[in-house]
């Protein structure tokens, strides 16, 4: 008890030590509990703004959504339930899909003012009658719908999916929603009945008068409902519910992304407190260090060994419960200051609650890790003899040797992560491998990961030493101050081991994203030209045709690029195959993009007349290869040619043949042509909507043509990516943040133990501006020798994970990338030692000579 009370005392003494053990386990607190608000935020945000149910509704009458079925309600019906007392309005829902010049337009049905309503005008008149229509600002933008314009939409309405006639409507507003996806319309639920071949709703929202009774509503309501025939087969049975919760259903559908989102985030997290507890250990070893006369003196008055372990565990649980106590805390305070300044931005944000029971969780999380990093530091620091007593601190804190235990688990794991990786790779799929399994493969890649990482944290002290003769050899060149730096991260090795693990596990997680973002990026790039080879598409539907002219046309509006025409076949045979495969004449050079066409063998540039690529499917079908010769059958007439290239998928325009345009029209193929394709002559949204607008003026007073957006769908793809890597990076950033943490514990702990090595070298002369200097690119070489370790283990670890995955995908260095996420991480850890180097150059010669240590 009496050793207890000693080191409470001494904790007493020097709360800044405190603060400085605990430092990344408050910073790991912080984030947790911020990632718990951050969810719960989020949660409330889907709760009041993300469900498609006014708040006004009070009851909903339709189908079960969670089957996402659909009932049948006709005017009839919707009339009576209006008529019921009680009702103050009654709005019906419905929506129907159609064709407008080739392009895809959905109108909804929506009363367009009052409570029900959830689109508003905000330009021209909401439609009051037959054939009129209301439409979103972006869809206006998008397909050239000015109010007052007049469309014929198509619309397909039988179970074969049979174009129904066309119906002409004007455009008498715009109005805007909470989605604008470019393609919406808005008109009352009459018009939208009428559009479909039974003028009935798929749903009716219900408003009740005030002081109405809601019970005796609900069952004059069903009352209706139950009086209903039976619903015809592919619809439900009508259903009354509450708007409360409809609305908690269509938010909680939405929400549940979300927890599948912080799922993933929940185990970058627990990444980072694994860190914490990393960096932890390490600072309570140093602690104990510094501390080490301290208690050889205990020893020496009689104090046991285990009361020594119990007293500094207790020490331990203190420091965790503090941290854990202050990182919860200043997550609350972010998370309920942030709401409030956001929405002053115009952000609608939700505040968070004050959720106790993960508060206490995250609290006692803290504890938890932090007793189990200061166990080994603990147990080892109750080993020290009395005599230990004479010696100086410092000693102890530059052993070098690791023992021959640590030397042969270390060996092992090597194996272990080696012999994984050997598997993998002994086992990797093919170019074009069938029935390949990557889940495996992949949980094999993790093992071998982790158990590099444990082996890494094994052998650290032994590493640091060769890495940092290579790493700190510029340093040393630049004089006495870097020699010194070098000098005082290598005479402690395992100190430095402690932190540049978790900087090197940080890094090589931020080098993996990279390096596999870089190369899925390339692998899009490459699937993204074939299938989405321009901006635009103008199609011939049936048996129409492009002609020349129109091209022509298009190639001279200042408002569009590259364009070309392509002719295509769909009766092609290859060889003595029966499968008739299209064909097509596209011009390769033509489009820039389809410069990233991947190809299996051969090269694109040999197409020409009597050469031709093939799909990889057509591969399959004929087994011919690169060099081959075959015949092309269409219709009677025969080209022979030979195969210059083997496409790894389907080529540009779905097609499995590329031939040179002469070989094409022997085939039989007409001389106007099936389509032509272009791109937008200026970047942004305002070059792609006059893009669209140009190409929409081509099929102007000409059917069976029609325009195709394609740029959207690449947009769409590289926001998802964008996101993804984005989030992921973020989420990785934890981990560094963490061991950035660590280095200025580590740097703030070691300037206190070498006080006295501080004062002589300013005895000696060195300037305080050298000190300081020599601190700082001591603190620096951790983030160096951490980076580089995290790029050696994270390249091929990325390199193999993409591999294992077998998309094909290129092995692809982002080198300017990686330079920069290792220049900012040794900035970091630079900047992280800053202000303890900027603390030791304060203190004089004379009073840092007169300290222990």
């Not at 479909?196 to 709703?201: F, I, K, P, V, Y």
């Not at 943490?741 to 006080?755: F, Q």
């Not at 300017?816 to 290792?822: D, K, R």
Request: hydrophobic share 50%.
């Amino acid at each position: 008890m009496n050793v207890l009370r000693t080191q409470l005392a001494g904790v007493a003494r020097r709360p800044a030590r405190l603060l400085l053990t605990g430092l990344a386990m408050l910073v790991a607190s912080f984030v947790v509990y911020a990632t718990v608000l951050a969810q719960q935020v989020t949660e409330r945000t889907v709760l009041d703004g993300l469900s498609g149910t006014p708040a006004a509704v009070d009851l909903v009458v339709g189908g079960e959504p969670a089957s996402g079925g659909m009932s049948r309600i006709t005017p009839v019906e919707l009339a009576r339930l209006q008529a019921v007392p009680g009702v103050a309005e009654a709005a019906g829902r419905a929506e129907l899909a159609g064709e407008t010049g080739g392009q895809y337009l959905t109108v909804t049905a929506d009363p367009g003012s009052g409570p029900l309503a959830v689109a508003h005008v905000s330009r021209g008149r909401y439609p009051s009658g037959p054939g009129e229509i209301a439409v979103s600002p972006r869809t206006a933008d998008r397909m050239g719908l000015p109010v007052g314009t007049t469309v014929s939409l198509v619309t397909v309405w039988d179970d074969d999916g049979r174009p129904g006639k066309p119906v002409r409507l004007t455009v008498t507003g715009l109005a805007d929603a909470r989605d604008d996806y470019g393609f919406t319309a808005y008109a009352p639920a009459a018009t939208v009945a009428a559009l479909g071949t039974d003028a009935a709703l798929s749903r009716v929202d219900l408003r009740l008068a005030p002081g109405a009774d809601t019970a005796a509503v609900r069952a004059a309501v069903e009352r209706i409902v139950q009086g209903m025939p039976a619903p015809r087969e592919g619809f439900d049975r009508a259903q009354v519910r509450s708007g409360a919760d409809v609305r908690t259903d269509e938010a909680h559908q939405a929400a549940s992304e979300i927890n599948e989102v912080f799922a993933v985030v929940a185990m970058f997290v627990a990444v980072a407190v694994v860190a914490a507890g990393l960096v932890a250990t390490s600072t309570f070893r140093i602690v104990f260090a510094q501390r080490m006369r301290q208690l050889a003196l205990l020893r020496a008055v009689g104090a046991g060994r285990g009361s020594i372990r119990r007293a500094l565990a207790v020490e331990g649980a203190l420091t965790g419960f503090v941290a854990g106590l202050a990182g919860v805390s200043g997550a609350l305070i972010v998370g309920h200051v942030l709401p409030p300044v956001l929405r002053s931005f115009g952000i609608a944000v939700s505040a968070p609650g004050v959720p106790v029971l993960p508060a206490a969780g995250v609290v006692a999380l803290s504890v938890l890790i932090t007793v189990l990093a200061v166990l080994a530091p603990a147990f080892s620091a109750a080993k020290v003899a009395p005599l230990e007593a004479l010696r100086a601190a410092s000693t102890t804190g530059g052993r070098r040797d690791i023992g021959k235990l640590r030397w042969a688990f270390g060996l092992l794991l090597t194996l272990g992560a080696g012999a994984s990786a050997g598997y993998v790779l002994a086992h990797l799929p093919g170019r074009d491998a069938k029935d390949y399994a990557p889940a495996p493969m992949l949980l094999t890649v993790v093992v071998s990961g982790a158990l590099a990482f444990f082996a890494l944290m094994a052998l650290g002290p032994v590493l640091v030493r060769p890495v940092l003769a290579t790493v700190g050899w510029p340093l040393r060149r630049l004089g006495a101050v870097g020699r010194l730096a070098v000098g005082g991260v290598g005479g402690a090795p395992r100190r430095a081991a402690a932190v540049c693990v978790v900087v090197a596990l940080g890094v090589t997680l931020i080098a993996g994203v990279v390096v596999t973002g870089a190369s899925v990026r390339v692998l899009a790039d490459r699937e993204l030209a074939s299938a989405v080879p321009a901006d635009f598409e103008l199609t011939a539907n049936g048996d129409e045709r492009v002609p020349a002219a129109l091209v022509e046309q298009a190639q001279s509006s200042p408002d569009l690029a590259h364009v070309t025409g392509y002719r295509r076949l769909d009766n092609v045979r290859i060889g003595a195959a029966e499968e008739q495969l299209q064909a097509t004449d596209l011009d390769l050079a033509a489009l820039p993009t389809l410069d990233r066409i991947d190809v299996s063998a051969g090269a694109l540039a040999g197409i020409g007349p009597g050469a031709v690529a093939i799909s990889g499917f057509a591969t399959e079908l004929t087994g011919l290869g690169v060099g081959d010769t075959t015949t092309l059958t269409a219709g009677g007439k025969k080209v022979q040619v030979k195969v210059a290239a083997l496409l790894p998928d389907t080529g540009p325009l779905q097609s499995y043949v590329l031939v040179d345009p002469g070989d094409l029209s022997r085939l039989g193929a007409p001389a106007t042509y099936s389509g032509l394709l272009a791109d937008a002559a200026k970047p942004g949204e305002d070059g792609r909507t006059a893009g669209q607008k140009a190409m929409q003026q081509l099929t102007h007073g000409r059917s069976g043509l029609g325009v195709q957006v394609l740029a959207d769908e690449r947009d769409q793809f590289n926001l998802v990516l964008d996101g993804v890597l984005a989030v992921a990076l973020g989420l990785v950033g934890l981990t560094v943040l963490i061991a950035v943490v660590g280095v200025g514990t580590t740097t703030a702990l070691s300037v206190v133990e070498r006080v006295r090595e501080s004062g002589l070298l300013r005895a000696v002369g060195l300037s305080r501006g050298g000190l300081r200097a020599m601190l700082t690119a001591e603190s620096s070489l951790y983030g160096v020798i951490g980076a580089t370790i995290g790029l050696a283990l994270g390249v091929p670890y990325a390199w193999l994970s993409i591999k294992a995955l077998g998309v094909n995908a290129p092995l692809t260095l982002p080198v300017w990338q990686l330079a920069a996420v290792f220049a900012v991480l040794v900035a970091f850890t630079a900047l992280a030692g800053v202000l303890p180097a900027r603390r030791a150059s304060r203190v004089s010669p004379v009073a840092a000579l007169a300290t222990d240590g």
